[in-house]
T-cell receptor
Framework: GAVVSQHPSWVICKSGTSVKIECRSL??????MFWYRQFPKQSLMLMAT?????????EQGVEKDKFLINHASLTLSTLTVTSAHPEDSSFYIC?????????????FGEGSWLTVV | GNSVTQMEGPVTLSEEAFLTINCTYT??????LFWYVQYPGEGLQLLLK?????DKGSNKGFEATYRKETTSFHLEKGSVQVSDSAVYFC??????????FGAGTRLFVKA
């Protein structure tokens, strides 16, 4: 149980376009989801906390107009990278707060590789 | 503030060697503690967890014991395999779902 799935796994987009990444909790409801960015050989950088039905809370230094987060249902959060530039190329990972039975455990998606050309 | 510190890598071991990756935490209150593993090109997977002092989390031959007196949660495995090569993240959570991660320790296991 507690499976989180991200889509797409890989995406290449042209500079200036927008790209959407989906994060779904497949077998549980997640009121809270998190979005991270990971640079090569580095730890996770928390970008924002997404709460179902309310606005996301962004970490300091993360542009909320560039990284749009929507958490419209208890099983889906989306991250849209708007007007993407090559420096936005990265590995993006989501996680979801698990079911009640898991305590405070968060479960991760598989990650999404974004390349902006 | 709350933080997690884990040993720097990379750690390079031969197959069947004993593994220890140190992790210490600072927290107000009593956090839940976790180890996550990240295989190349993938997201993180929960490896094991412990929610209170003296609890031992275990999975796939890995173990870690929640030591309140030393504020530690060291990861151990008696005999590593090449397939264990990955990055290991120690993490703590003091309430809600907001989780603090260590910097990660890269493990290479040679055949």
């Amino acid at each position: 149980g507690a499976v989180v799935s991200q889509h797409p796994s890989w995406v290449i987009c042209k500079s200036g376009t927008s790209v959407k990444i989906e994060c779904r909790s497949l077998d549980f409801q997640a009121t809270t989801m998190f979005w991270y960015r990971q640079f090569p050989k580095q730890s996770l950088m928390l970008m924002a906390t997404s709460n179902e039905g309310s606005k996301a809370t962004y970490e300091q230094g993360v542009e909320k107009d560039k990284f749009l987060i929507n958490h419209a249902s208890l099983t889906l959060s989306t991250l849209t990278v708007t007007s993407a530039h090559p420096e936005d190329s990265s590995f993006y990972i989501c996680s979801a707060g698990g079911p009640r039975s898991s305590g405070n455990t968060i479960y991760f998606g598989e990650g999404s590789w974004l390349t902006v050309v | 503030g709350n933080s997690v510190t884990q040993m720097e890598g990379p750690v390079t071991l031969s197959e069947e060697a004993f593994l220890t990756i140190n992790c210490t935490y600072t927290a107000t209150g009593y956090p839940s503690l976790f180890w996550y593993v990240q295989y190349p090109g993938e997201g993180l997977q929960l490896l094991l967890k412990a929610t209170k002092a003296d609890d031992k989390g275990s999975n796939k031959g890995f173990e870690a014991t929640y030591r309140k007196e030393t504020t530690s949660f060291h990861l151990e495995k008696g005999s590593v395999q090449v397939s264990d090569s990955a990055v290991y993240f120690c993490a703590s959570n003091t309430g809600g779902f907001k989780t603090i991660f260590g910097a990660g320790t890269r493990l290479f296991v040679k055949a």
